[in-house]
């Protein structure tokens, strides 16, 4: 069994920052791609930011330059720094992994998501 759990979310004023975790627990023999998606009132869900195993980024573009995504393998966790942040970066927040659960499997899970407010 894997669990992945947020924390971070918050309300936060225009030009401000958050930083967002998540960490994953259980059975994992591996962790591949670590994403983090967001999904605002009435939006469809989007993919936000994406890190590899190999520590390639990418981001939508609306986020580049002012999020950055980071991973410490050893702590099974993802992290997103939001810096000049803006009111249309409001949303629910989710991160999400794809785990080897053994040698020949894996799974994609997701956290429970963490709300993200930013007032203007």
């Known amino acids: 069994q894997v669990q992945l759990v947020e924390s971070g979310g918050g309300l936060v004023q225009a030009g401000g920052s958050l930083k967002l975790s998540c960490a994953a627990s259980?059975?994992?023999?591996?962790?591949?791609?670590m994403n983090w998606y967001r999904q605002a009132p009435g939006k469809q869900r989007e993919l936000v930011a994406t890190?590899?195993?190999?520590?390639?980024?990418n981001y939508v573009d609306s986020v580049k330059g002012r999020f950055a995504i980071s991973r410490d393998n050893a702590k099974y966790t993802v992290y997103l720094q939001m810096n000049s942040l803006k009111p249309e970066d409001t949303a629910v927040y989710y991160c999400?992994?794809?785990?080897?659960?053994?040698?020949?499997?894996?799974?994609?899970?997701w956290g429970q998501g963490t709300q993200v407010t930013v007032s203007s």
């Open positions: 259980g059975s994992i023999f591996s962790i591949n791609g």
């Open positions: 890190i590899t195993s190999g520590g390639s980024t």
């Open positions: 999400n992994m794809v785990i080897g659960i053994s040698r020949y499997a894996s799974k994609n899970y």
